[in-house]
């Protein structure tokens, strides 16, 4: 399937109209999806591709490879929508196929120096009541996380970009970076550290 194409309505078809499906919730398009509904995959989609793409530039370091790293992603969250066990919990599973993507892309290719600043102002999905992605509540803090992000080792910013944008458990961070679980947890733990050293001065 052409992702970018947008499928003729089908009246008869059961469920939600294609206007209501605009407002659905992710498990709902995830479902209709799943079974079938190229419309709702298409608003699914639409509703997490800026997401996904400041997640790929990420970890790609490059807006050209991000780029293809959610086209390869997008393909194979289509073909393998019918396996999801849990619609509800679609976004965090659409990153992990983006996450295994972007990380195909760096194994076969360097990535291009072409950077992209723009893409990466999405918010930031944490779960640690402390750490410092919690602080950039304001443009300012956006662009001084971003930039101590850009001064971590390159291990350490995808640990990190893969744990709290991505969700990733230590496993999943330490088979796409090729290291141990405990390498893992050590990588992650440096980038907090230096991350909340160098947010200070927004608490």
């Known amino acids: 399937m052409n992702v970018t194409e947008r499928p003729l309505e089908d009246e008869a078809a059961p469920g939600p109209a294609p206007s209501r499906l605009d407002t659905a919730s992710d498990g709902l398009l995830a479902r209709r999806a799943a ?17 996904m793409t400041a997640y790929a530039t990420r970890l790609t370091s490059s ?8 086209q390869e992603a997008s393909i194979a969250i289509w073909r393998e929508l019918p396996t999801l066990t849990t619609p509800d919990a679609v976004r965090g599973w659409m990153m992990r196929i983006v996450s295994r993507k972007a ?11 072409d950077i992209d600043d723009e893409a990466v102002a999405a918010v930031l999905p944490v779960s640690d009541v402390d750490d410092p992605a919690r602080l950039a509540g304001t443009s300012d803090a956006m662009v001084g996380l971003r930039a101590a992000l850009d001064r971590l080792p390159v291990m350490q910013r995808q640990a990190w970009i893969l744990r709290e944008i991505g969700g990733e458990s230590y496993a999943r961070i ?30």
């Open 35 to 51: 079974d079938g509904d190229e419309y709702a995959f298409e608003v699914l989609l639409r509703r997490h591709l800026s997401l």
């Open 103 to 113: 990380f195909d892309l760096i194994r076969s290719r360097k990535p291009s120096s």
């Open 63 to 70: 807006r050209a490879d991000a780029y293809d790293a959610v």
């Open 174 to 203: 330490a088979e796409n970076l090729g290291i141990t679980t405990t390498a893992a947890r050590g990588q992650l733990a440096r980038a907090r550290e230096t991350l909340t050293r160098e947010m200070e001065a927004w608490r």
